[in-house]
């Protein structure tokens, strides 16, 4: 359905993630030649899961919900254990109010952290890492979170909140990240950077705002869009 431009399932899922590790510890190594890097921070950010907040998804899923959370935690586990090798300190702040975890079938604001089966899935990975006694989660009550990283302070969300229309919605980010900088001036939680996932393309925009990519890459829905 996607004219060969793409394909995904569970084990494509673990060799790409596999791959992703394998590229940032060379490149890494490769840093380590001029600076000393001893800690390693991890910024999840939710939709480790399909879901079921479509019909079409529920359709189409190769593993009902429960399954994608019990897989989605272990790998995320093995990726915590496999970086937990390589420095002396990895913490993970993790930020599990998505859309793609959760249980109701309309967004939600109250509960949107725990009423999620990202909730389950953070919680399996830290299970699966805890006998790494390097690695530490930073695990957010609410649907943001502050995390300090080598003296900068990153603002992170899941994004789902930004409204979205013509493909990266640029001006919906900076007006999110521009009113959160004016609540947060006083009172001591500031921030230099703002870090989102939710649209699945990488973007690194204004040098200040980070969009994650996709471990998934091409699906129906945006091969339609064009």
């Not at 431009?5 to 001029?34: K, P, T």
């Amino acid at each position: 359905e996607v004219e060969g431009f793409n394909a995904f399932n569970w084990e494509i899922a673990q060799a790409g993630m596999f791959c992703l590790l394998e590229d940032f510890l060379q490149w890494v190594e490769i840093q380590r030649s001029c600076y000393l890097i001893e800690e390693c921070a991890v910024f999840c950010k939710g939709d480790y899961v399909s879901g079921d907040i479509h019909a079409e998804l529920r359709a189409t899923n190769e593993w009902p919900l429960p399954v994608q959370t019990a897989k989605a935690g272990w790998l995320l586990g093995e990726a915590f254990r496999i970086l937990s090798g390589h420095f002396k300190r990895v913490t993970a702040f993790q930020v599990g109010a998505d859309n793609h975890g959760r249980l109701q079938p309309k967004p939600q604001a109250k509960q949107k952290t725990s009423n999620s089966m990202s909730y389950l899935v953070q919680h399996i990975a830290n299970a699966a890492a805890e006998r790494c006694a390097n690695f530490g989660p930073v695990v957010a009550v609410g649907s943001k979170l502050v995390a300090e990283v080598n003296g900068k302070r990153f603002l992170l969300e899941h994004g789902d909140n930004i409204k979205a229309w013509s493909g990266i919605p640029l001006y919906g980010i900076q007006r999110a990240a521009a009113r959160e900088a004016m609540r947060r001036m006083d009172g001591g939680r500031g921030y230099d950077y703002y870090s989102i996932g939710h649209f699945h393309v990488p973007n690194w925009l204004e040098g200040r705002i980070l969009v994650n990519g996709s471990l998934s890459g091409t699906s129906e829905f945006d091969h339609g869009c064009g």
